[in-house]
């Protein structure tokens, strides 16, 4: 199993930018996808995630209103289109796939297979 998180970069404050998470090895629809962050020096945090059919969401309070998540099941691929960003957003993001799981999780334990991160950082 391999997911291949893209997108990251430097952007302003109030700017967008929008990850791509592609999985390989794994029956996609079967798993709840998450996003997560990890900034320097503070424990890994949940973001958002989004059930298999695209139907249903989950936010961290955080993020509740800039952020959204969606997947394309046809291209095994997750998205985090990340609007009106603040630097306290800077951090490395990470998708994540949990079978069966439920989008409720914001657990990093309970999640089963990981991306290799993609950096994002917010200027002030």
């Known amino acids: 199993v391999q997911l291949q998180a893209s997108g990251g970069g430097l952007v302003q404050a109030g700017g967008s930018l929008r990850l791509s998470c592609a999985a390989s090895?794994?029956?996609?629809?079967?798993?709840?996808m998450a996003w997560f962050r990890q900034a320097p020096g503070k424990e890994r945090e949940f973001v958002a995630a989004?059930?298999?059919?695209?139907?249903?969401?989950n936010y961290a309070d955080s993020v509740k209103g800039r952020f959204a998540v969606s997947r394309d099941n046809a291209k095994n691929t997750v998205y985090l289109q990340m609007n009106s960003l603040k630097p306290e957003d800077t951090a490395v993001y990470y998708c994540?796939?949990?079978?069966?799981?439920?989008?409720?999780?914001?657990?990093?334990?309970?999640?089963?297979?990981w991306g290799q991160g993609t950096q994002v950082t917010v200027s002030s």
């Open positions: 994540a796939a949990d079978k069966f799981g439920s989008i409720t999780y914001s657990n990093a334990h309970v999640y089963d297979y």
């Open positions: 090895g794994l029956t996609f629809s079967s798993y709840v």
């Open positions: 989004i059930n298999w059919s695209d139907r249903y969401t």
